[in-house]
């Protein structure tokens, strides 16, 4: 599945837009971890590894430990449309 298929992306989405997460801009952390994502965003954190790696693959985000950087956020915006 494509990142923004699934409700993760569409979460991210609009956690990078926020003032709380960055305003949008690259570089933009959001300080959840995994479970955490998957819990908000209604998925199993299987599914949100899933999702994140293939973001992260496509450097679209940089994933570390407890958080993810998103590198791109006018791509993860593009793929929600």
Known sequence: ARLMDLPLGRFLVGAVGSEQYGDGVAGSEIPLTQDDL????GTSRATANR???EAEDAGVVSLRRG????L?????ARRAR
């Open 38 to 41: 998957a819990s908000l965003a």
């Open 51 to 53: 999702v994140l790696r």
């Open 67 to 70: 958080g993810v950087t998103v």
């Open 72 to 76: 791109q956020p006018e791509e993860l």
